[in-house]
């Protein structure tokens, strides 16, 4: 059916310098617009600012996401059954991706208590 896509869209609003500099980057880099900012979410480097703001949320993440293994550790327990396979799968991908983002984040960050690894700034 025209107009219907099974994917979820991501949008946002740049300036006009920020857009001729991303349109410069996807012509030199020989992608199509989605591939290139598909990669360059998910594998370019990630600029770390060590401020509550930032720390806060990843914190309530991971406290939201060991509930939910205990959770779901004492329903495997009890053989309570009550997480079916896809549930499983979808929380696995979700874990993976969040756990992912937040070992990048901690790896950009680094400097901050490793005396041998550099500020990205020097």
Known sequence: MPGVHKKPTISFRVSDIERAQIDANIKVSGMTKQN????????NRICV??????????????????KNLVDLSHQIEKDEG????EELT???????AMLSAIIK??????????????????
Request: aromatic letters at 12%; proline letters at 5%.
């Open 36 to 43: 290139y900012f598909v990669k360059s979410c998910i594998y």
């Open 49 to 66: 600012v060590g401020k509550k703001e930032t720390i806060y949320p990843l914190v309530e993440e991971l406290k939201t996401m060991q």
């Open 82 to 85: 009550v997480i079916n396979l």
């Open 90 to 96: 979808n929380l696995e991908e979700q874990y993976k």
């Open 105 to 122: 984040m901690l790896g950009a960050a680094e400097y901050l208590w490793n005396p041998n690894k550099k500020s990205p700034k020097q």
